[in-house]
């Protein structure tokens, strides 16, 4: 999954929960493009939380086969 955001969006901080609510990833961003490796991860539903010194944004991830 690779996350692009704007380049003046300050201290950016991904986190993804699962569906019963764990935190299987957190990660301050140190750029505008991050990526990372869901393969290990069981298929499912996920929450992908975006959160900034402005807010935050969640989006809903599918793992399917």
């Known amino acids: 999954v690779r996350i692009s955001i ?3 969006v300050r201290d950016p ?3 993804l929960t699962d569906a019963l609510g764990r ?5 301050r ?5 991050y990526g990372f490796d869901v ?3 069981p ?3 996920y929450v992908l939380t975006l959160r900034t ?3 935050g944004s969640s989006y809903l991830l599918l793992l399917v086969e």
């Open 6 to 8: 704007p380049i003046n």
């Open 13 to 15: 901080e991904l986190s």
């Open 23 to 27: 935190e299987v990833l957190r990660n």
């Open 29 to 33: 961003m140190s750029s505008s493009t």
């Open 39 to 41: 393969s290990a991860l």
């Open 43 to 45: 298929l499912g539903m």
């Open 53 to 55: 010194a402005a807010g």
